[in-house]
């Protein structure tokens, strides 16, 4: 059976939505949220239901589900404004009010002769969810993909493993180091899916949970790669244990924040930005979270920026962000620059907003023999369809690649050397 509404075929047999002709990928979870609905548009289909019937009775935060019927919105071309098709009923759960017609599933658009057939979902990369408990008693969620030589993402303002993981915003990138290597990432404490309420919530807190990570998962030897803040937490993890970092990647990064740069702007537009989380981060209304999304991703499309948005809410409260921003202010790592023994590559784009393009240059030149890529973008997280984009990614992953191939050839001559 198909299901046919607004311009969207929802076709069962092949587990398939196609909008206008074009197959639209789906997460497997997304597109059991959209049959549920679809299937159950008579009545309202409650959270508890859905929680259960998608993940059989696992227990998970109520953020995955937000992040799976957000994905659902965007992928019917509806939003959580407009709720033209996805209705949600407060206190209660989720209706579908879209006017549906049920036919036999047909076989879909045919392949252009000689084309290559689409790769099935089940060949990308999946993810793989878990927790670990710190030191003083915090539960981190930590998130692999991939295979290979690790590579492990620092967490960065913000994050949600789940969400990101679908994130137009994120996704492409991690798709692509999922594709090569084992990609591990976590939520910082305080946010995502990691515990929310936290008494320490500092610079130091957010580099012992790298270590706890790291040792936890048994990683020996690998690259690092710091975006945004996730960059001074590298850094410092870099600087204090050098053996164990094979490669470090600095993305958008600083060595200082706000309140250490000396610049009465800076500080004036930090505090403006407190205030406006203060007043309006919780609110149904995005306007304070786009001031950021604007600022983050200037050139995005529309559909980047409500992911932004969304992921803004659903990430951290606004007590959380203003606390992180905080944090942030306090960030000075710069005497640790000259002590970097690790090959290091900084990528900064060159009308970057969020953090100015001279910062990634500080990096550069403080860092003993560091390579420096200049993006042409706006944006402060590169992507995927922006000019900057192919040479972004060519850059990283290359970077990353020989490093796993320089490591392999020490491995093989210790190996020789020892036999």
Request: hydrophobic share 40%; charged share 25%.
């Amino acid at each position: 059976m198909a299901y046919l509404f607004a311009d969207c075929e929802l076709d069962c047999e092949r587990r398939e939505l196609r909008r206008d002709g074009t197959v639209v990928h789906l997460e497997p979870q997304v597109f059991d949220v959209l049959i549920r609905l679809v299937t159950n548009r008579d009545r309202v289909v409650t959270k508890d239901e859905l929680l259960q019937a998608i993940w059989n009775g696992r227990v998970v935060s109520e953020d995955a589900l937000t992040s799976r019927i957000s994905s659902a919105r965007r992928a019917v071309g509806d939003t959580g404004e407009d709720q033209r098709l996805i209705r949600t009923v407060p206190r209660r759960g989720f209706r579908f009010v879209g006017d549906v017609r049920e036919h036999a599933a047909s076989d879909g658009p045919k392949a252009a002769p000689n084309s290559p057939a689409p790769a099935a979902a089940e060949t990308a990369p999946q993810q793989t969810v878990s927790f670990l408990r710190t030191s003083d008693g915090v539960h981190l969620a930590v998130a692999s993909a991939g295979n290979g030589p690790a590579v492990v993402k620092t967490a960065n303002w913000l994050n949600h493993l789940e969400f990101d993981w679908q994130s137009p915003v994120w996704s492409p990138l991690f798709q692509r180091l999922a594709g090569q290597c084992r990609l591990i990432r976590y939520d910082e404490r305080g946010m995502g899916l990691s515990d929310r309420d936290v008494p320490d919530f500092s610079f130091e807190a957010f580099v012992r949970d790298l270590e706890t990570v790291v040792d936890a998962l048994k990683l020996d030897r690998f690259a690092l790669l710091g975006i945004s803040q996730g960059a001074p937490i590298s850094i410092a993890f870099a600087v204090r244990h050098p053996q164990r970092v094979s490669r470090l990647v600095l993305c958008g990064g600083f060595a200082k924040g706000w309140g250490k740069r000396g610049s009465a702007t800076d500080v004036a537009r930090a505090e403006a930005s407190i205030t406006l989380i203060r007043e309006g981060w919780g609110q149904d209304n995005p306007a304070a979270r786009q001031m950021f999304t604007s600022l983050i991703v200037p050139d995005a499309t529309i559909e980047e920026m409500r992911w932004l948005n969304d992921l803004e809410r659903v990430s951290a409260s606004a007590e959380t962000a203003m606390r992180l921003l905080r944090v942030v202010g306090d960030i000075d790592v710069s005497d640790l620059l000259p002590r970097i023994t690790v090959p290091t590559l900084v990528l900064h784009a060159r009308s970057d907003a969020r953090v100015p393009f001279e910062h990634g240059l500080m990096l550069a030149r403080s860092i003993p023999n560091a390579r420096f890529v200049a993006l042409e973008s706006k944006n402060h997280l590169i992507l995927s369809h922006e000019p900057a984009w192919p040479r972004f990614a060519t850059e990283l992953c290359g970077f990353l690649a020989d490093g796993s191939a320089r490591s392999a050839t020490e491995r093989g001559s210790a190996g020789d050397q020892s036999a």
